[in-house]
């Protein structure tokens, strides 16, 4: 089965049990083909089960034997599909399709010396990436394209054949602009007058923006904050420096550095709306990793991330793996119906979280909605190498 049959509903459409049993036949067939053609994978699926526990630092592989007391390669839920922990793709280079037929790779974001993820993409899992994000943020802002204000710098995405994550976003989503602008220059200088002739040109029109959650605040906010010398007291009105009471912003990651800073996601949209007028209803967070590009979680009106029927969340107790109950916290195991050319489809993040509910959101949207808390205490993967001995294909 393809994912010819998860287009036919819309992103938020199926009720649970349907979901999951378009999810469960979906996932059985990418553990068949990860196996097949990926060592790294197979070597993993003749070990889970058998290696996996838990240390004080962290999420190790080892010698000692944790009974799940499932069929790793027979999963009869979600919950039971065998995940990876997210930092392996830090340590090694996995994927299922031969090198000539990368057609992409992209790397997380991370400091310098730090290592990055690399994930390796064929054109039919890069074209289905591209089509689930479009059926999912246009759930959120509607199908026509929009003048767009992307949030960062043009050297972000020079690079075509190898994307980071930066530069990946930016790419995705362009494609709702219909006229596009850089907010900033390579140095990070916000263009200020280009963005109000951008602004004041499409007055009439929605304006569609993009960027990342610290870049933003960090390089945005507090730069209109500045040249507004402090007056941010007041909402925007006709003295503002630009007026985006009609945009609509999505934005993503950097939390962890803004929880540094102590700045809450209720501060976040009040701070925006008082130097640029944008509503807080119109600021949309989501949840998402290169390591699962596509899949995103988006912020519905309610200030919920949701699971689309592309996706699935799961929380687990570190004790034992275990899934969680709703309404318990738990780390944060992400599913997606994506990825045929590398084993990302099951991912044990280094994010805590909590899922509040499923089916009843307010929004009236279908699936899971939940809730991240931040990153888990001393996260850790050690081992996974020898696990995964071999060069990944």
């Known amino acids: 089965m393809g994912m010819e049959e998860f287009y036919k509903y819309e992103p938020y459409e199926l009720g649970a049990d349907a979901k999951r049993e378009l999810l469960c036949a979906r996932l059985a067939e990418l553990i068949d083909t990860h196996k097949e053609n990926c060592s790294g994978y197979r070597n993993y699926m003749e070990k889970v089960g058998n290696s996996l526990f838990i240390s004080e630092s962290g999420i190790c592989f080892d010698d000692k034997k944790i009974d799940r007391e499932i069929d790793p390669h027979k999963p009869e839920s979600i919950e039971e599909t065998p995940f990876l922990p997210v930092g392996i793709f830090k340590k090694l ?29 064929d054109r039919e899992t890069a074209k289905n990436q591209q089509k689930v994000l479009v059926e999912i943020v246009k759930s959120f ?35 709702f602009g219909s006229k596009k602008i850089y907010a ?61 009471q009609n945009a609509v912003l999505i934005h993503g990651g950097g939390w962890k550095k803004l929880a540094n800073e102590a700045v809450s996601k209720e501060e976040f ?13 119109n600021v949309h967070d989501y949840y998402g990793m290169v390591e699962q590009t596509g899949c995103i979680y988006m912020e519905c009106e309610c200030g919920h ?6 996706s699935d969340v799961i929380t687990r107790r570190m004790k034992d793996f275990s899934a969680c109950d709703f309404g318990e916290e738990g780390v944060i195991e992400v599913v997606s119906s994506l990825p045929e050319s590398y084993p990302g489809h099951a991912i044990l993040t280094e994010d805590m979280g909590t899922i509040l509910g499923e089916d009843d959101c307010p929004c009236g949207r279908k699936g899971k909605y939940f809730e991240i808390h931040g990153r888990m205490a001393k996260a850790e993967v050690r081992g996974c190498s020898d696990t995964f001995s071999g060069r990944g294909r």
Not at 98 to 108: A, E, G, L, Y
Not at 141 to 160: A, H, N
Not at 230 to 238: L, M, P, Q, R, S
Not at 305 to 310: C, D, E, G, K, V
């Open 141 to 175: 802002t509607g199908s026509e394209r929009m003048p767009m204000i992307i949030l960062d710098c043009p050297s972000v995405v020079k690079d075509r054949a190898k994307f980071s994550a930066r530069g990946a976003g930016i790419l995705g989503f362009s494609i």
């Open 184 to 244: 900033f220059d390579d140095d990070m200088n916000l263009d200020i007058d280009g963005i109000r002739e951008f602004v004041n040109k499409y007055e009439d029109k929605t304006i569609f923006m993009f960027g990342f959650t610290f870049m933003i605040w960090e390089y945005f906010y507090k730069e209109l904050a500045r040249l507004a010398d402090g007056k941010t007291d007041e909402v925007a009105d006709e003295k503002a420096l630009l007026n985006l």
């Open 305 to 310: 991330l949701h699971a689309s029927i592309y």
């Open 93 to 121: 280079n996995l994927k299922s399709i031969s090198d000539d037929d990368v057609f992409k790779t992209m790397t997380s974001s991370g400091t310098t010396g730090q290592q990055v993820s690399k994930i390796f993409l």
């Open 269 to 281: 949209k009040d701070s925006l709306n008082r130097v640029c007028g944008i509503k807080q209803e």
